[in-house]
């Protein structure tokens, strides 16, 4: 296969996992505002809520960036549009591991026994949770500033000090220095929230295995009606960190590869695209598949088409 047709293909791969992404983010918003609601909506239920939002923008960006039509369909200049569109997906990117993090934190502490410090905080961080998503938004949006400076359009001319990331955005070459400063303080902050999601991970299956361990000593091997549902989301969340930090690392080497040697090959760049954004379509699926309610109504819908077709 010549690199051509590999970058066809891998660039229709992007737009199809884009589609994929967007249509189950918006599937799970739905199934979270429809689901009856006997008392206020739980803490977790708002930041999935707040995870999907942010992996639906991105993925349009995506689509806006991959596709021709889409890209010329923005009636603005070719530069003021990179800089836009990989200043918002940046920023997407960001808020995407922030909430992820966010959401295993507050896991933690929805299952952590009332003994624990932990515990104080289950009913204080419901008033602080839309503080703490601006605050997060602002974060996010002041340490993406850089990707406005040195994203530009790309030129008809070959230039050496741009690498070429779309067939219209490039990025402009800046000083190793200053380079070497963006990547380290980005990489910081990446390796910082990593380091709380597999903590607060650790925990769980702490958490988790005591539980089991004191069930089993109390001669009852199913859980409680109480701790199931606990239990169910405690193993979704861990599932997504654990699909997340895989995503991340594998990015985190292609991008690092790439800042040292400033050359992106086009089958590379591509590649990397469907890593970065596996996360934000695999994640929705995850979410749903482990829902009760729509295994139910999936299971009822199912039945009811045996019915008709074996009558």
Request: proline share 2%; net charge positive; hydrophobic share 50%.
């Amino acid at each position: 296969m010549s690199t051509l047709s590999a970058h066809v293909a891998i660039n229709n791969c992007i737009l199809c996992q884009a589609g994929i992404g967007i249509s189950s983010n918006n599937f799970l918003l739905f199934h979270i505002f429809t689901r009856p609601q006997c008392h206020k909506p739980k803490l977790t239920d708002i930041i999935t809520c707040h995870l999907a939002l942010v992996h639906t923008v991105m993925l349009l960006t995506v689509l806006f960036l991959r596709s021709p039509d889409l890209f010329e369909s923005l009636n603005f200049f070719n530069d003021f549009k990179c800089k836009a569109l990989f200043y918002l997906i940046r920023v997407m990117r960001s808020l995407s591991i922030c909430t992820t993090c966010l959401l295993s934190i507050i896991q933690a502490i929805t299952i952590s026994s009332s003994t624990s410090w932990l515990a104080q905080f289950k009913y204080k961080s419901t008033h602080f949770i839309f503080y703490l998503f601006l605050s997060l938004w602002f974060l996010c949006l002041c340490f993406s500033t850089s990707t406005i400076f040195h994203t530009v359009a790309s030129s008809n001319v070959t230039q050496t000090n741009l690498m070429v990331l779309t067939k219209y955005c490039s990025y402009y070459s800046i000083s190793p220095s200053i380079r070497s400063l963006i990547f380290t303080v980005l990489t910081s902050r990446d390796v910082f929230l990593v380091g709380v999601m597999l903590l607060s991970s650790v925990y769980m299956v702490i958490l988790l295995l005591r539980h089991q361990r004191r069930s089993q000593h109390l001669h009852n091997t199913s859980l409680s009606p109480r701790f199931s549902p606990e239990k169910r989301a405690t193993q979704t969340i861990l599932l997504l960190v654990s699909f997340f930090v895989v995503m991340y690392w594998v990015d985190f080497i292609i991008s690092f590869s790439s800042l040292i040697l400033w050359s992106y090959d086009s089958v590379i760049l591509g590649v990397q695209g469907v890593v970065v954004n596996a996360y934000a379509t695999v994640s929705p699926l995850i979410l749903i598949s482990s829902s009760k309610r729509i295994i139910n109504i999936f299971s009822k819908h199912t039945m009811a088409k045996l019915r008709i077709l074996t009558n």
